[in-house]
């Protein structure tokens, strides 16, 4: 695909997708959020998927939001950021195969949101999580909202309050991983924990996933919405003061 932000490629009964902005430490662009849903929805229809591995680069997993310049932006345009933000979560939750994720190098922000939201993960040794906005004067919000269900709140805090990074090793304590591989062991290792699908009833992973999404994770749509609004108004104000500046 041309200008594609994602590449794709089947790899027998695996799909494999990556996020290919290099350029921007794969941040999550419209577009691109907008391209990884097309892909995931077409793994849920496909008959051949049977599982999904979403990995970055080296050196970043995600980077967060793409948003450019957002004291530029109209309300509008946030909403639509956080619009295709929160059809993109949603979209990994309802997906009837399981996706895994590869993680190199950093995720933070939304990059941390998209490890949380996948059904399982590894991650690289060197891997970093972290929701860092209150460090750059904003505030964790949409991407804050997976974690929050998944964390202690003493250790929610830290992350969302103090920026504080969480390591691999660290992150599987907490269950936000699965397993730490070395770095260039980390795509391998998604692979065969993928394969393992090959001779499970994919109808039966489906239900799976169903069951676990409505036993009590039906309001992480509602958490999305909440953050989306505190982005909104968070963004706008920046950008008054920046505009009076």
């Not at 200008?3 to 027998?12: F, G, H, L, R, V």
């Not at 009964?13 to 990556?18: A, C, E, G, S």
């Not at 929160?86 to 590869?102: D, G, K, V």
């Not at 062991?185 to 039966?204: C, G, H, R, T, W």
Request: hydrophobic letters at 45%.
């Amino acid at each position: 695909m041309g200008n594609s932000t994602i590449k794709m490629e089947n790899c027998a009964f695996v799909r494999m997708i990556q996020i290919n902005r290099p350029e921007v430490n794969n941040k999550l662009s419209i577009a691109c959020m907008k391209e990884l849903k097309k892909e995931l929805e077409h793994a849920s229809q496909g008959d051949t998927c049977r599982a999904v591995v979403l990995y970055g680069n080296s050196e970043w997993f995600c980077a967060g939001g793409d948003l450019g310049d957002y004291r530029r932006k109209s309300i509008q345009e946030i909403k639509e950021f956080g619009d295709a933000f929160i059809s993109l979560h949603l979209t990994m939750q309802s997906c009837s195969r399981p996706i895994i994720a590869a993680v190199e190098g950093k995720a933070y922000g939304g990059g941390c949101s998209l490890v949380e939201a996948c059904d399982l993960a590894v991650a690289s040794e060197d891997a970093e999580f972290a929701v860092p906005e209150m460090r750059n004067g904003l505030a964790p919000a949409m991407g804050f909202s997976g974690l929050f269900a998944n964390l202690g709140k003493k250790q929610a805090m830290a992350m969302g309050l103090l920026g504080e990074k969480l390591s691999a090793e660290k992150a599987k304590e907490l269950g936000l991983v699965n397993a730490v591989a070395k770095a260039e062991e980390v795509l391998s290792y998604a692979i065969k924990m993928a394969e393992q699908f090959q001779n499970f009833d994919p109808m039966a992973v489906n239900l799976f996933k169903e069951m676990y999404a409505d036993m009590g994770q039906r309001a992480y749509e509602n958490r999305l919405r909440i953050g989306q609004a505190m982005m909104v108004a968070l963004f706008k104000a920046k950008g008054e003061k920046y505009e009076i500046i």
